[in-house]
């Protein structure tokens, strides 16, 4: 398993990321009212303790649908239950959509 860098992530920008694919840890649909459909994206697993949390777990969803030229990419806290094993994303910086276009 790899990691996503911030320099990778590149948050604040409409870059496309660069994330290692072994960094994806899951899959994301994103609907709104503003825009017809279902976005699609990814969960990736960022850098140890270089995040913007600066914790040992932390992820990045990320969306860019080249049809609507929406990019979302938000960094999210990701916390283990020590009990069970069962990792909980809170992801509570939700931006405004941006569009490439």
């Given amino acids: 398993m790899q990691a996503c860098s911030p320099a990778q992530i590149a948050l604040g920008s409409a870059a496309e990321p ?3 694919n072994a960094s994806k ?3 994301v649909e994103l609907t709104t009212p503003l825009l017809p459909g279902t976005l699609t994206g990814s969960v990736f697993l960022a850098t140890q303790n270089d995040n913007p949390f600066h914790t040992l777990l932390a992820g990045y969803i ?3 649908d080249p049809t609507t030229g929406v990019v979302i990419k ?3 806290r990701l ?3 020590p009990t069970t094993g069962q990792v909980t994303g809170t992801f509570d910086s939700n ?3 941006r569009s490439r276009t």
């Fill in 18 to 20: 660069t994330c290692p």
């Fill in 25 to 27: 840890v899951a899959s």
């Fill in 62 to 64: 990320v969306v860019d």
């Fill in 74 to 76: 938000v960094p999210g």
């Fill in 79 to 81: 916390d283990l239950d």
């Fill in 95 to 97: 931006p405004q959509f």
